[in-house]
């Protein structure tokens, strides 16, 4: 992935405080991305912030309850999602993007085209 290859989008990544999510959330935002790191513990998520600088939003919560989930994809309409966390939300936000097919990229496909 060169460093412009995401410019413009937008990621929400959850688990974004340490290991795999970290990793990824360094990665996308070296890309170009504006991103969303989600986990439950605020102080590395800040730490990580301070790293990455303005283009990276820390929100505190946990990724599993689905009421955070859709207001997560609600306020910051992420281009794609990363998801990171030990857990998985409810299907509310994959739902959310499903019914906006212009938000998929063309390299992936949505429920409707699967075999």
């Given at each position: 992935m060169s460093e412009h290859d995401l410019a413009g989008t937008t990621a929400l990544v959850t688990g974004a405080s340490r290991g795999l999510g970290r990793?990824?959330?360094?990665?996308v935002h070296k890309a170009g991305a504006k991103v969303v790191g989600v986990a439950r513990h605020r102080g590395?998520?800040?730490?990580l912030g301070a790293a990455l600088g303005e283009s990276f939003t820390a929100v505190s919560v946990d990724a599993a309850d689905p009421t955070a989930a859709g207001r997560l994809i609600?306020?910051?309409?992420?281009?794609?999602?990363?998801?990171?966390?030990g857990t998985s939300p409810l299907m509310r936000p994959l739902q959310a993007l499903a019914r906006c097919p212009d938000s998929v990229p063309d390299h992936t496909t949505t429920l409707e085209e699967q075999p």
């Open positions: 990793g990824i959330a360094t990665a590395p998520l800040e730490e609600d306020v910051y309409n992420p281009t794609f999602l990363v998801l990171n966390a």
